[in-house]
């Protein structure tokens, strides 16, 4: 599917931004053109603001471009803007000089105009030399990038908005979102050598942790499962995960800690099922960081296209995913050592937004995923064919048409 210059798969929003595109860049360009757009020279670069306000799996893909950006502007003060949501996932970072939290009220309930408003009010006196909008979206470029003052300002145009950048980076076509970001980096002179992303954790949150699995009786290995995900289309159904927690608990003879927001509490319990004490329900029980210092310890952990995958590839722990709609090409876990299950060759991925299902049978894609497919890719990961002999081999045949990555 062509969407031409934009990158905007909802068709609505797609001419509504090209008509703003339209309107924008022709009302500004009297000031466009007598604006000039100045060399970026490092040693001039003081103060630097990224912002990537939403959502939390996007926030923390955002996080690799902070080293690049460090090494580049060795002099620079480097601060985040993000969701209030988002900000404890980036305390104790080396490269993070300070954080501005804000929740967008078009993209959250949790604030309105007023509180924008109020935003804009506390950013009045702040001058920047450089500001990256990473998500490349005209709302932000417009209410978050072009009130700013500031030298340059930096995106992609795929999004809209580029009349209102100082530069606008080439679209590098579809790529991990991490490459994505590290894109922009790159845009700006910076060397990108590895990536650095992990959540930094205190030596009193590991001792924290370590009381709660003594509490709970646990002791590596353990598997993890987060069965949620922000949206409903990216979610396994509960029953298949509760069909998997059981096999990996009493086949396996592995503990499983099934995790989950407060709001996810019945469809934990739901998955925790008749899984027997080797299955552990945490659900509500760990904040984010929390969260991540677990999946830190855990073997494996098996989920939807979520927050928590991009929490496990940060911290090192390997993800089986399970993709429907989404494009794991995009957002699938990143780096080495993950493993993702989806359909291949669908031919409506292409064209969701993920909010309303194509598909003659809704959640068609995810449907397609069998319990006896994911416990095979989890036993490779596991080892456990190796580990419990030979006996394994005919639950963990080949998934068959299903991609494996």
């Not at 456990?384 to 494996?404: R, T, V």
Request: hydrophobic content about 45%; some cysteine; proline content about 6%.
């Amino acid at each position: 599917m062509s969407t031409g210059p934009y990158k905007i798969v909802n068709a609505r929003k797609r001419r509504l931004t090209r008509l703003a595109d339209l309107i924008g860049a022709t009302l500004s360009l009297p000031w466009r053109q007598w604006r000039r757009a100045r060399p970026l020279d490092p040693a001039e670069v003081r103060e630097i603001l990224l912002i990537r306000t939403l959502y939390l799996g996007d926030v923390m893909m955002t996080v690799p471009m902070l080293r690049p950006l460090r090494e580049r502007f060795p002099g620079a003060r480097i601060t985040l803007l993000t969701a209030a949501g988002a900000a404890p996932l980036l305390e104790g970072n080396p490269d993070l000089d300070a954080l501005i939290t804000y929740d967008p009220f078009w993209f959250s309930d949790r604030s309105g105009p007023l509180d924008y408003l109020r935003w804009r009010w506390r950013m009045r006196r702040r001058r920047f030399d450089l500001v990256i909008e990473a998500r490349a979206d005209i709302r932000e470029i417009l209410m978050l990038v072009r009130p700013l003052r500031a030298t340059h300002k930096v995106s992609y145009g795929v999004g809209g908005g580029a009349w209102m950048l100082t530069r606008v980076v080439p679209y590098p076509g579809v790529r991990h979102k991490v490459e994505y970001h590290l894109d922009l980096c790159r845009a700006l002179g910076c060397r990108v050598e590895g990536v650095h992303w992990d959540v930094h954790h205190s030596a009193a949150e590991r001792a924290a942790l370590a009381r709660l699995l003594a509490e709970q009786g646990l002791a590596a290995p353990f598997v993890a499962v987060h069965p949620g995900s922000r949206l409903a289309l990216k979610r396994w159904p509960a029953a298949r995960y509760a069909a998997l927690v059981e096999r990996v608990a009493r086949r396996l003879g592995l503990a499983v800690v099934v995790l989950g927001a407060p709001g996810e509490r019945a469809l934990v319990a739901e998955v925790v099922g008749a899984g027997g004490p080797r299955v552990h329900d945490l659900s509500g029980r760990l904040g984010l960081r929390a969260m991540a210092a677990l999946l830190r310890e855990a073997r494996v952990l098996v989920c939807n296209d979520s927050a928590p995958m991009h929490l496990a590839a940060a911290v090192g722990t390997p993800a089986l995913a399970l993709f429907g709609p989404s494009s794991s090409v995009e957002t699938g876990p990143y780096g080495l050592g993950h493993r993702v299950v989806e359909v291949a060759g669908l031919w409506c991925r292409a064209e969701c937004d993920e909010h309303g299902c194509r598909h003659p049978e809704r959640q068609w894609c995810m449907r397609q995923l069998g319990v006896d497919q994911v416990f095979a890719v989890l036993c490779e990961m596991l080892g456990a064919e190796a580990a419990a002999g030979a006996n394994w081999s005919q639950n963990c045949h080949s998934p068959g048409s299903l991609s494996i990555q």
